[in-house]
Nanobody
């Protein structure tokens, strides 16, 4: 069973930056960041496969950068120019195949989440 452990969340003011990390217990295919606020569905934020093909939600393009270190089995999300609407619980997800996806049901493995709070 693949284990995913996120870190790096916290509270920042609007315009600030945070870097999230997700350590996987072993190498896998496509990895992604999702986020969720209470009462809303979980939404895809950024995804990357082992070949480093990426995709982003329109709301974060130009502000967030997803990357991975395949040697360390670690996924990252660099978040710049944060906005209050970025406030959410951020989850790391992974699946064995390499297809980029933002469909939650495609992902077999999930981390426990890390909270990001952006104040205005």
């Amino acid at each position: 069973q693949l284990q995913l452990v996120e870190s790096g969340g916290g509270s920042v003011q609007a315009g600030g930056s945070l870097r999230l990390s997700c350590a996987a217990s072993y190498g896998t295919g496509c990895m992604a960041w999702f986020r969720q606020v209470p009462g809303k569905e979980r939404e895809g934020v950024a995804a990357i496969n082992p070949a480093e093909s990426t995709d982003y939600a329109d709301s974060v393009k130009g502000r967030f950068t997803v990357s991975r270190d395949n040697a360390k089995n670690t996924l990252y999300l660099e978040m710049n120019n944060l906005k209050p609407e970025d406030t959410a619980m951020y989850y790391c997800a992974a699946k064995p195949d390499w297809r980029i996806s933002f469909i939650t049901h495609d992902y077999f493995y999930w981390g426990q989440g890390t909270q990001v709070t952006v104040s205005s």
